[in-house]
């Protein structure tokens, strides 16, 4: 089971340096841990101001393990170079997941269904998983003409669980046809 705490940092000042930053020290441990990038992942970052000041590349916000993190902030506090700061650090309790998909033929149906249902990663679980299948045979050969369909499948759920499962699997879900998943929601310590 996982037992890594993952942290969000939040790094102030040009998103591109501190882009850079983390590249190029993930470069020079040994064993680095992961680390995921708020804007480049599908991560809700809290807030409007947070999410103004990424989109304005003014700061980044980096998902990453507990003691990276402080071995991060302890690199950027000793440079007189980098044009860093570290700005808040929450403790993540765990990562979820919502998605809803919806397609009009059982095969692609049985095709989502394998996707959400599969493999899923250590620890990940599905909650308020439902799947509602319609059928309407009076329907049958008119969906090509018209908003009525005789087979409808309607899906929604989340995933729960550790970080780095979750965004597995929103990584998983991205670019699936007729799936539509959410931010990936980060709940912290309190």
């Not at 899906?155 to 597995?168: F, Q």
Request: net charge negative; charged share 30%; proline share 4%.
């Amino acid at each position: 089971m996982q037992t890594e705490t993952f942290v969000e940092m939040e790094l102030k000042g040009p998103a591109d340096q501190a882009l850079g930053f983390v590249v190029g020290f993930r470069a020079a441990q040994e064993n680095p841990g992961p680390v995921w990038v708020a804007g480049l992942e599908n991560v809700d970052v809290e807030g409007f101001l947070h999410e103004l000041r990424t989109r304005l590349n003014m700061e980044r916000h980096i998902i990453v393990g507990k003691e990276q993190a402080q071995a991060m902030a302890a690199a950027i506090g000793a440079s007189n170079i980098l044009d860093l700061e570290v700005g808040l650090v929450r403790e993540i309790v765990r990562a979820e997941l919502a998605f809803e998909a919806k397609c009009y033929s059982k095969k692609e149906a049985d095709a989502i269904r394998r996707v959400l249902e599969d493999d899923l990663p250590e620890g990940v679980r599905l909650e308020g998983y439902d799947v509602k299948e319609t059928v309407r045979e009076d329907a049958k050969g008119v969906e090509l003409y018209g908003p009525v369909h005789d087979y409808v499948c309607e899906v929604t759920g989340r995933y729960v669980g550790p970080v780095p499962g979750v965004i597995e699997m929103a990584r998983r879900l991205d670019g699936q046809d007729f799936i539509h998943p959410k931010k990936v929601d980060l709940i912290y310590a309190s």
